[in-house]
């Protein structure tokens, strides 16, 4: 079982940045791969960000590669967001997930593990 509690979102102007942590309970956590989701009011969730178990490989979302940066610490169980240069459509909830088996996926469908989301909201 793993339990995962996100942190660090909150209000911001465009342009600006935020970095939000994602913190896993457990002693497994090395061994999943992590993702990072968003769902904006009125629509579906979708995939932002995932890194592999060891974090070697990444992998990300055309709406936001070379804006967002996804980062892992096995040491401190910790997956991270790191967003700059946000825009408004930016805004949603984003979500944190895990996936046993180590492999980056897209499909949230596959994510074993989920937090509970943290809103992020990008003004104009």
């Known amino acids: 079982q793993v339990q995962l509690v996100e942190s660090g979102g909150g209000l911001v102007q465009a342009g600006g940045s935020l970095r939000l942590s994602c913190a896993a309970s457990?002693?497994?956590?090395?061994?999943?791969?992590m993702g990072w989701f968003r769902q904006a009011p009125g629509k579906e969730r979708e995939f932002v960000a995932g890194?592999?178990?060891?974090?070697?490989?990444?992998y990300y979302a055309d709406s936001v590669k070379g804006r967002f940066t996804i980062s892992r610490d096995n040491a401190k169980s910790t997956v991270f967001l790191q967003m700059n240069a946000l825009k408004p459509e930016d805004t949603a909830v984003y979500y944190c997930?895990?996936?046993?088996?180590?492999?980056?996926?897209?499909?949230?469908?596959?994510?074993?593990?989920w937090g509970q989301g943290t809103q992020v909201t990008v003004s104009s």
């Open positions: 890194i592999s178990w060891a974090g070697g490989s990444t």
């Open positions: 997930a895990a996936r046993r088996g180590g492999g980056i996926a897209l499909d949230q469908q596959t994510y074993d593990y």
């Open positions: 457990g002693r497994t956590f090395s061994t999943y791969a």
